[in-house]
């Protein structure tokens, strides 16, 4: 079975540049999680979507970050524009509807310079 | 609120000797936890995960932990360290709310001493 898969792997981008991220949840799984995980730090839930539908974004910074779920199946994260305190792992995971356990992706490591 | 404590943000033990990582939880519903492990530049790996099922709880690479609801832990423990064990080790809680939460504590750094 497939698992979560994200790209790009690495971005380098410039301050005040857009970037996106894209997910593909392990086919069948309705629940989709964005994790921001800053060096050192623990994974931040910043959005999480039941199919296509959000159910928690409470702590996205909606001022600059995006996503969506369109068709309830990949999802995509964006970023504009993009600060140095941006930069971090991004995380994607999923996990059948109303099973406690999630799957993660290798993650996207971002760098904002 | 559900949230998850790690004691320690890093642990230093000798080579061989006994592993022990702390992960304390609070939750007001039954909790599902688990263990990760994170080596540089790579993704989660699961450890382990404890589920309702048997509160002393086998992973990989020699791991276990043990759910102890009255102390509301979920500690890791290796008997004998080894040098591939350093890595970073993150304790998650999975909690019913609507949906399936997830949140993870802050991370051990563990360092093994040859």
């Known amino acids: 079975e497939a698992g979560v898969a994200q790209s790009p792997r690495y971005k380098i981008i410039e301050k005040r540049q857009s970037v996106a991220f894209w997910c593909n949840p392990i086919s069948g799984h309705a629940t989709l999680y964005w994790y921001q995980q800053i060096l050192g730090q623990g994974p931040k839930l910043l959005i999480q979507?039941?199919?296509?539908?959000?159910?928690?974004d409470s702590q996205l910074p909606k001022d600059r970050f995006s996503a969506e779920r369109l068709k309830g199946v990949d999802s995509t994260l964006k970023i504009q524009p993009a600060k140095l305190e941006d930069s971090a792992v991004y995380l994607c995971a999923s996990s059948l509807s109303g099973y406690p356990e999630a799957f993660f992706g290798q993650g996207t490591r971002l760098t904002v310079v | 609120a559900q949230s998850v404590t790690q004691l320690g943000s890093h642990v230093s033990v000798s080579e061989g000797a006994l592993v022990l990582l702390r992960c304390n939880y609070s939750s007001s519903v039954p909790p599902y936890l688990f263990w990760y492990v994170q080596y540089p530049n790579q993704g989660l790996q699961l450890l382990l995960k404890?589920?309702?099922?048997?509160?002393l709880v086998k992973g990989i690479n020699g791991f276990e932990a043990e759910f102890k609801k009255s102390e509301t832990s979920f500690h890791l423990t290796k008997p004998s360290a080894h040098m591939s064990d350093a890595a970073e080790y993150f304790c998650a809680v999975s909690f019913f709310s609507g949906t399936y939460k997830y949140i993870f504590g802050t991370g051990t750094r563990l360092k093994v001493l040859a």
């Open positions: 979507f039941q199919n296509n539908g959000v159910v928690d």
């Open positions: 404890y589920t309702s099922a048997a509160t």
